[in-house]
């Protein structure tokens, strides 16, 4: 999930989108399914003295340690509020028909 600030236009805002595909596939990774696009939403607090951001939640198969990058590139970006990646249970993932095959 990236949350992007609220002040910046909407069509910057989307084109967040389009940075994360090219980071997941830079990494030979991949989306499962689209990114979910949220839109402008509230917040429950003020983040950063901000009272909303952009939403966008995206399940990326990769390899482990492979979006190390991407989530520096976050850290660093001045427009994303917060990030948050996690890595889904093996048991999860399968059920999602996320699951990795060893080869």
Do not use: C
Request: charged share 30%.
């Amino acid at each position: 999930m990236v949350i992007i600030d609220g002040d910046v236009d909407d069509p910057k805002a989307q084109a967040w989108m389009k940075s994360v595909t090219d980071g997941v596939k830079a990494v030979d990774g991949e989306l499962h399914g689209k990114i979910d696009w949220w839109g402008k939403r509230q917040f429950a607090y003020p983040i950063n003295k901000k009272p909303a951001g952009y939403y966008l939640v995206a399940e990326i198969i990769a390899a482990p340690g492979a979006l190390d990058e991407l989530e520096r590139s976050f850290r660093l970006a001045d427009d994303v509020v917060r990030h948050k990646l996690i890595r889904l249970p093996e048991a999860e993932a399968e059920r999602r028909g996320m699951a990795v095959v060893a080869a």
